[in-house]
């Protein structure tokens, strides 16, 4: 009786599952991580070695993870849910005692052969952890403030420990991405507005706490030309070698910005940059369009899955690699402060590669799960 209740697909084999696996999200993942190979190979200045290399077998190894994650039963996620969000904490916690210092911040931990960026599995971890908890709410209950008070306080604790590493922009995310879980579970949306009233209202203390290059970079959003050769001149280069680009790009490894060395971080931060000046606005769109293709498949996901967990846990991430996305574009074209966020799968970086690969792990586990039906529980932290 409960398994025919709970759909077809509840005891797939594992060539069931691999066979339905979602195959054009996954060319698409390989066309960005290939876009961004050719980027950082440029970047490294025509070698494979530092960047380009190390780029492409992260990858390949973080697809080997993706299958895997996807062939877990979702039921499993949303049992250990609260757990991986604990084990998250915890290693946020340990940041100021075992952390290494990197570009003035502490925020990662050395564990011998790599090294770990709590934060970056912070993103995902809490995104599970808030799905889990609003799949036992029902909507009446979504609608009282009482029951927001729990995934509140999942929120601020991670956002305070990040701030203290100090970093702004990935407090700025957890904030955002769990906005998304609350807005997908059916928070109202005056709740948002009085928050978002409240954050306005917080802008000068906030101002206040703010370390001084944190304030730099508000200011020189404000007006880079203010001190083109010091604070403004990340934001100005990055300008430069986006208008250089013109329609149809310099050309493969000619971009003079990045070689030249004016155009900086043209590993991270500023990877798009790089790939705009060489491959112009039309390069530029294509990697935008496969963007947009994933949030697509990202979005019907979401709306196919049977059970209130699943719907979260893909809408969630979903929203969260659109984060990642817009909020680096955004940055590197001036459109927002400068606040250190990765462009997913073409910016260097091993953490941050594993996490966005880590959740579309996910998100395919809910698309081969996807008529699963999880019952609510009597409570959100029932197991």
């Known amino acids: 009786m409960l398994h025919a209740a709970l759909g077809s697909r509840v005891d ?9 696996l979602n195959w054009g999200m996954i060319l698409v993942l390989i066309c960005i991580a290939g876009i961004g190979t050719l980027a950082l190979f440029s970047a490294g200045g025509g070698s494979l070695d530092p960047w380009a290399d190390r780029h492409a077998i992260r990858f390949g190894l973080g697809l080997l993870m993706l299958g895997a994650v996807a062939m877990v039963d979702i039921r499993f ?33 050395d564990l011998g052969p790599f090294t770990i960026q709590p934060s970056e599995i912070m993103k ?23 029951w927001l008070l729990v995934p509140l306080v999942m ?23 769990s906005g998304i879980i609350f807005l997908l579970s ?15 209202a917080a802008i000068p203390v906030a101002w206040g706490l703010m370390h001084d290059y944190q304030r730099q970079r508000v200011l020189t959003f404000l007006d880079p030309d203010a001190d083109p050769l010091g604070a403004g001149y990340h934001i100005l280069q990055s300008k430069i070698a986006l208008g250089s680009g013109g329609l149809f790009g310099k050309g493969f490894l000619e971009g003079t910005q990045s070689h030249l060395s ?39 996901i979401s709306l196919r899955a049977r059970s209130q967990f699943g719907r979260l846990l893909a809408g969630g991430i979903n929203g969260l690699v659109f ?43 809910v698309w081969i799960h996807r008529d699963v039906v999880i019952p609510r529980q009597t409570s959100p932290f029932g197991l």
Not at 155 to 177: E, H
Not at 189 to 200: E, I, M, Q, S
């Open 124 to 146: 995902i971890t809490l995104v599970l952890a808030l799905a889990r908890y609003f799949h036992g709410c029902t909507l009446e209950e979504v609608g009282k403030f009482r």
């Open 12 to 20: 797939l084999t594992p060539l069931r599952k691999i066979a339905d």
């Open 77 to 109: 996620w949303m049992r250990w849910a609260y757990a991986a969000y604990a084990v998250a904490l915890v290693l946020l916690i340990l940041v100021p005692i075992l952390g290494i210092v990197g570009m003035g911040a502490r925020r990662w931990i």
């Open 323 to 365: 984060l990642y996305v817009f909020i680096n574009i955004a940055m590197v074209t001036g459109l927002v402060p400068v606040v250190g966020v990765p462009l997913p799968l073409v910016s260097y970086g091993g953490t941050a590669m594993m996490t966005i690969l880590f959740g579309c792990g996910l998100m395919m586990s």
């Open 186 to 200: 059916g928070v109202r949306l005056w709740k948002f507005a009085v928050a978002l009233l409240g954050g306005a």
């Open 155 to 177: 929120i601020v604790a991670p956002v305070v420990l990040v701030m203290k590493q100090p970093d702004l922009g990935t407090a700025l995310l957890l904030l955002a991405g």
């Open 262 to 300: 004016f155009l900086p971080e043209k590993q991270t931060d500023f990877a798009f940059t790089n790939l705009a000046e060489e491959f112009g606005l039309v390069g530029a769109a294509v990697l935008i369009g496969l963007y947009l293709l994933l949030f697509a498949y990202g979005h019907a």
